[in-house]
Nanobody
Framework: QVQLVESGGGLVQPGGSLRLSCAAS????????MAWYRRAPGKQRELVAS???????NYQDSVKGRFTISRDNAKNTVSLQMNSLMPEDTAVYYC???????????WGQGIQVTVSS
């Protein structure tokens, strides 16, 4: 059974930093892309950042220069370093992975990030 375990969320003041991590386990297929999405209250889920198996990275414009995505292929983990956090970054953040092979991707359970003074 595939598991994506997220950690690192919480409450932080504006301008602060948090680091989210996600560990994937249990799949028989090799991981291809890894990504972080978020859903703010009253809004649809949106892509924050993604990283391919070859290291190609994409960011949502609003987080460029503030967030950094990285992955450790040996450990099947993906991280999101979030700096200069703003109240509008408040959301539930979700880890997502997809695989090499004819299987759907998987989602983490979501982790709350709240930016507030």
């Amino acid at each position: 059974q595939v598991q994506l375990v997220e950690s690192g969320g919480g409450l932080v003041q504006p301008g602060g930093s948090l680091r989210l991590s996600c560990a994937a386990s249990g799949s028989s297929f090799r991981i291809n892309g890894m990504a972080w999405y978020r859903r703010a209250p009253g809004k649809q889920r949106e892509l924050v950042a993604s990283i391919s198996s070859g290291g190609i990275i994409n960011y949502q414009d609003s987080v460029k220069g503030r967030f950094t995505i990285s992955r450790d292929n040996a450990k099947n983990t993906v991280s999101l370093q979030m700096n200069s956090l703003m109240p509008e970054d408040t959301a539930v953040y979700y880890c997502n992975v997809n695989y090499f092979g004819p299987v759907p991707g998987d989602w983490g359970q979501g982790i709350q990030v709240t930016v507030s003074s």
